[in-house]
């Protein structure tokens, strides 16, 4: 097996409806990373999102993502933290070398390493991964999952 790159990276979301673009992003932290820190974001969190649909609870979320994780084997290299806010233990130093980001929260993690570089903390590396497109190349998201568009694995649902 290859040395992996990172010691410790961190991923963050809400991991609601668990689908195919999660597991990419999940399963690049942990080809990269040693140790993989996964902020799944707190019912109070979601709430201050606004999301344009409803979002399973914190403990429905956090099932879900131990059990895909224990799928893979993966468990005893990940440590799930509960997230507050965008940023997490990411203003900590030396916590952590990197951050596994879709396209999509790119912007976010640049705005977390100008927030380091304000601390005086070194910038932490950024991995983008390309958002997972559905059946109709369009990416996947938890959004078009709950209008029932598509199902998790981004396969178009036919209407009537």
């Known amino acids: 097996m290859a040395a992996k790159r990172f010691k410790v990276v961190a991923v963050g979301g809400t991991f609601d409806e668990l689908h195919k673009g999660h597991k990419a992003l999940l399963l690049k932290a942990f080809e990269v990373g040693e140790q993989v820190l996964i902020g799944l974001c707190t019912d109070e969190f979601v709430e201050k999102m606004n999301k344009p649909h409803i979002v399973a609870s ?95 694995e981004g396969r178009l649902i036919k209407k009537g």
């Open 58 to 152: 914190y403990d429905e979320r956090l099932k879900e993502l131990k059990a895909f994780l224990q799928e893979y084997g993966l468990m005893e290299r990940a440590k799930i933290i509960p997230l507050k806010d965008v940023y997490g233990v990411t203003l900590q130093k030396g916590c952590l070398e990197a951050l596994v980001v879709s396209r999509e929260t790119e912007p976010t993690a640049k705005k977390i390493n100008e927030e380091r570089a304000k601390l005086g903390l070194d910038p932490l590396n950024i991995i983008v991964i390309d958002m997972v497109p559905s059946e109709n190349h369009t990416p996947i998201s938890t959004t078009r999952i709950r209008r029932g568009e598509i199902d998790r």
